[in-house]
C-alpha cells in the first residue's frame, strides 16, 4: 500500500470520485442471459484501449487521488496480458486497492499469480449451483470449472471473496439459500445483485424476472440469522452478517434502494470512454485525448478533471420500461 495522493476529482455535488473500474475488454467466454446477445458481436482490435493505453489512463487517475482500481470486463481474465497489466497498475504510486470481477474460468490456473500481482479482493459471479441451470444462464460456461476457480481463489491467500449472484425470479430465486450455504462452506462473501435494464435481452421479460432483495432477505431469514453488520466495501452493497460464521451477505439493489447520493465511482469502458454514472449515457471518449495528444499528461489529467462535470445527480433505472440503455454489461464494465 503506498501513501494517499490528494483528491482532486470532485463532482458537481460535491461526490469526491476516488474509485476507477476499468473494462480491459468486451470479450468473454461465456454469453449470460442477462449481459449478452447470444449472437454479440465484439469490437475490432482497432477500436480498443491497448494494454499501455489503459495503463496510461489508470496512471492519470491514481494522480488525480483514485485509490482503489476494480479491474473488469467482458471476462478481463481472457485478455492476452492481463496478468501483466494487472502487475503493473498494482504497483501504481497512490493506488491503495486493487480488485477484480472475474466470472472464475480461468481462476483454477491464475489465482496464485493474481494474488502475487497483489489483487486484494476477488468477485467471482456464480448464479447457481445446478450445473444445467448454470448453462442455460451462461449459455457457455461450465459450473465445474468455476468452482475449481472458486477453491484455487479460496486457498491462494486474497484478503476477500466474493460470490455475486445476479437472480432472476423462476430462474435461480429458489437457490438462494444453497447459495448463501456454499458461501459459508467456502468461507467467502456473497452478494445479491438485482438484475440491471441495460441493453436488450430477448431470453426473458425484465419486469417478469424481477426478484427484489426484500423477497432474497425474506427467503434467506427462513434458513439464516442475518445479523445488520456495518461492513462496507466503498459501494453500494447493503451487508449483513451470517450469524457465527464468517460470510457476509449484500445486496446491491438498484431498483429497490437508490445508493446514487453516495457514489464515488466512475467507469472506463475497453473503447476508452469515460461512463460517469452506469444508468446513463454520459461519458467522454478519453481515447481520443489519448490518441490526439499522445504522451500529454497534463491534457489527459484536465479532461478527467472536466469530466466530473457532467456526472449526472443519479441513475434513470426503470425496470418496467424498455431500457434506455442501449449498451450491454460487458461494455460497461460491470
Ligand atoms: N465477466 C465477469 C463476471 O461475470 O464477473 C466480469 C464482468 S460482468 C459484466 C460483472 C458483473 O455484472 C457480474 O457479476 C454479472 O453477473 C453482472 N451483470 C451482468 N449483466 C447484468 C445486468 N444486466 N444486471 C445486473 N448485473 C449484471
Ligand atoms: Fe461474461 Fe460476465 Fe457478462 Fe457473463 S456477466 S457474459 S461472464 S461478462
Known amino acids: 500500500m503506498t501513501a494517499a495522493v490528494a483528491p482532486q476529482l470532485i463532482d458537481r455535488f460535491g461526490r469526491t470520485v476516488d474509485y476507477l473500474r476499468i473494462s480491459i475488454t468486451d470479450r468473454c467466454d461465456f454469453r449470460c442471459v442477462y449481459c449478452m446477445a447470444e449472437d454479440m458481436v465484439f469490437l475490432p482490435r482497432a477500436q480498443i484501449l491497448s494494454l499501455e493505453e489503459i495503463y496510461t489512463l489508470a496512471q492519470a487517475f491514481t494522480e488525480l487521488g483514485v485509490k482503489k482500481i476494480r479491474i473488469t470486463g467482458g471476462e478481463p481474465l481472457v485478455r492476452k496480458g492481463a496478468l501483466e497489466l494487472l502487475q503493473s497498475i498494482g504497483r501504481l504510486h497512490g493506488l491503495q486497492e486493487l480488485v477484480l470481477t472475474t466470472n472464475g474460468s480461468q481462476l483454477e490456473s491464475m489465482a496464485v499469480a493474481l494474488q502475487a500481482a497483489g489483487v486484494k479482493r476477488v468477485n467471482i459471479s456464480l448464479d447457481t449451483l445446478d450445473a444445467d441451470k448454470f ?200
Open 135 to 334: 448453462k442455460a444462464i451462461t449459455r457457455t460456461g461450465d459450473l465445474a470449472q468455476v468452482i475449481k476457480g472458486i477453491k484455487a481463489a479460496t486457498a491462494a491467500g486474497f484478503e476477500r471473496i466474493k460470490l455475486n449472484a445476479v437472480i432472476l425470479k423462476n430462474r435461480n430465486h429458489q437457490e438462494v439459500c444453497d447459495l448463501v450455504g456454499f458461501a459459508v462452506e467456502q468461507g467467502v462473501d456473497i452478494s445479491f445483485i438485482e438484475e440491471m435494464p441495460l441493453g436488450v435481452v430477448a431470453q426473458h421479460n425484465r419486469s417478469d424476472a424481477y426478484y427484489s432483495s426484500d423477497s432474497i432477505k425474506a427467503d434467506l431469514a427462513q434458513a439464516f440469522a442475518l445479523l445488520p453488520s456495518t461492513a462496507t466495501t466503498g459501494g453500494p452493497s447493503k451487508y449483513f452478517q451470517i450469524a457465527g460464521t464468517d460470510t457476509r451477505v449484500g445486496f446491491i439493489s438498484p431498483h429497490s434502494t437508490n445508493f446514487c447520493s453516495t457514489c464515488n465511482r466512475v467507469r472506463l469502458t475497453v473503447e476508452g470512454r469515460l461512463l460517469l454514472c452506469l444508468g446513463n449515457e454520459h461519458s467522454v471518449d478519453l481515447k481520443q485525448v489519448l490518441r490526439t495528444s499522445p504522451g500529454d499528461g497534463a491534457a489527459l489529467q484536465q479532461a478527467i478533471i472536466e469530466a466530473m462535470q457532467i456526472k449526472p445527480e443519479k441513475h434513470e433505472f426503470n425496470i418496467h420500461e424498455q431500457p434506455v440503455i442501449l449498451r450491454y454489461m460487458n461494455m460497461t464494465g460491470g
